[in-house]
């Protein structure tokens, strides 16, 4: 796969309710197929897409994610309809559903940027590292021993720290036996 194409679907993942998603219009036009077509088939298979397969963007989350995107209304624009969002597993289902040899051509070039995506996020998900790195500057920083510097040095510190062992309260049916 060529690096832009990967590039170029990795630019149409958007987080939308906490999912990694691409937009019914944006999989159509990689797919080269109408969005209706598109849609038209996904509702005469609806069961294949439970809620956190495929959902329908509501008008905030529209407005949102075309006022910090920049999404173009003239890219997405013309709509009767909020656009459906599409999870990973609901791209993974469009498959089955659209049985064409570019369907499946590009069904897994995204599913190779999502898994790009996805191992960005597990290189960078070194946050104690990153907090510890944050305190030694914050230290640096503080010559004059600023309260409010103390104050982020402390919480800092506490999120560092791993949280202490909880006893259990109530009945352990466990135990019993």
Do not use: C
Request: without cysteine; positive net charge.
């Amino acid at each position: 796969m060529v690096k832009n194409e990967l590039l170029k679907i990795q630019n149409m993942i958007y987080e939308i309710r906490g999912y990694k998603v691409m937009l019914d219009n944006d999989i159509a036009a990689l797919y080269e197929v109408e969005t209706f077509n598109l849609n038209k088939a996904v509702k005469r298979n609806i069961e294949r897409f439970p809620g956190d397969f495929m959902f329908q963007l509501t008008k905030e989350e529209w407005e949102d994610l075309t006022f910090q995107n920049g999404i173009s209304s003239k890219r997405h624009g013309g709509r009767r309809f909020m656009p459906y969002a599409f999870t990973e597993q609901g791209v993974a289902m469009l498959a089955a559903v659209l049985n064409s040899q570019k369907a499946i051509d590009v069904n897994i070039s995204i599913m190779r940027a999502f898994v790009k995506l996805r191992q960005y996020v597990f290189l960078k998900s070194d946050t104690n590292e990153q907090i510890a790195e944050l305190r030694k500057l914050l230290m640096l920083y503080i010559e004059k021993n600023d309260k409010r510097v103390n104050e982020i040095i402390i919480a800092l510190n506490n999120l560092i720290t791993q949280p202490k062992e909880t006893k259990k309260i109530g009945f352990d049916p466990e135990s019993s036996l």
